[in-house]
């Protein structure tokens, strides 16, 4: 039952960006966390586009991308946890977000360490 929140300077998800900030190799890392991560990944909060944005994938992984305090005077925030749901509490110019937890997935009986990498 455990859960991961992915943190990374660049966006993954056009939808939560812009095409023009995201990873380039994107679409590979989602694949990897939407296939090997069984469900796990709940989350991927990232920066890079000063603006900020949102977004749900297909899967119900949360895309958040927070905005810069570079561009917004007070911006800043934290994340509570809970069984159910993440919390972003943004403060100042940065925008709070409720995001519901997705149902995990069933690791295959079959599965290896190596496997799930």
């Known amino acids: 039952g455990e859960r991961v929140i992915v943190l990374s300077h660049l966006p993954l998800l056009p939808a939560a960006a812009s095409a023009r900030t995201v990873c380039w190799d994107g679409d590979e890392v989602m694949k990897i966390l939407h296939e090997d991560g069984c469900g796990c990944v709940v ?5 890079h ?3 900020g944005g949102y977004a749900l994938d297909s899967e119900g ?6 905005e ?8 800043y925030g ?6 159910d749901r993440l919390e972003l509490v943004g403060c100042g110019d940065l925008t ?9 997935h069933a690791v295959p009986s079959t599965a ?6």
Do not use: N, Q
């Not at 810069?68 to 911006?75: A, D, G, M, N, V």
């Open 43 to 47: 989350a991927v909060i990232a920066g």
């Open 49 to 51: 586009l000063h603006r």
């Open 61 to 66: 992984v949360h895309h958040v991308t927070l």
């Open 68 to 75: 810069s305090p570079l561009t917004h005077k007070e911006c």
């Open 78 to 83: 934290y994340v509570d946890v809970h069984p």
């Open 96 to 104: 709070s977000h409720v995001m519901s937890l997705p149902k995990l």
């Open 112 to 117: 290896t360490p190596a496997s799930l990498l």
